[in-house]
């Protein structure tokens, strides 16, 4: 009993390993080529329509982006501070974009009104509150700030 299954599983498994090393033939040798009269021929009408997309444009429109700010709290400029201190009512000097003498006395000043360090020099946390006079809110008119 033994035997004449051993045979029939030898004879299985040659014949799976010799029709694993076939090869196939490439398409083109399977396929017969076209004649042009027998394209001629061919119902375009039956055939499925083709859709042209278009080529991506070869030029990209230039797009400015605006910069980021620098990483960190945020720097006032010396004429953002001055513009600031004047409208707290705090310097009544020019606002020139230099600070001197007048404008660390006023930021001294404003440090001390509103219990801050009093170090004349406008870090995060004095800006934090001198800030939010550089742009005021309009006034209506005959009302006094």
Same mark, same amino acid.
């Given at each position: 009993?033994?035997? /004449?299954? %051993?045979? !029939?599983?030898?004879?299985? *498994? ?8 076939? @090869? ?31 080529? /991506?444009? %070869?030029? !990209?429109?230039?797009?400015? *982006? ?8 945020? @720097? ?70």
């Amino acid at each position: 009993m033994r035997r /004449p299954v %051993l045979t !029939v599983l030898i004879l299985a *498994l040659t014949v799976c390993l010799a029709s694993c090393g076939k @090869k196939q033939q490439p398409i083109a040798e399977t396929q017969e080529p076209i004649s042009m009269e027998e394209l001629s021929r061919i119902d375009v009408s039956t055939a499925p329509a083709v859709t042209v997309t278009p080529e /991506p444009a %070869l030029f !990209v429109e230039e797009v400015k *982006l605006e910069q980021l700010p620098p990483p960190g709290p945020y @720097k006032p400029t010396s004429k953002e501070i001055q513009m600031a201190l004047k409208n707290a009512g705090f310097y009544a000097g020019v606002v020139d974009g230099k600070i001197g003498p007048q404008s660390k006395k006023a930021i001294t000043d404003f440090q001390k009104a509103n219990n801050l360090q009093a170090d004349g020099k406008v870090g995060p946390k004095t800006w934090m509150v001198l800030g939010k006079y550089l742009n005021p809110a309009p006034t209506k008119p005959g009302e006094n700030r």
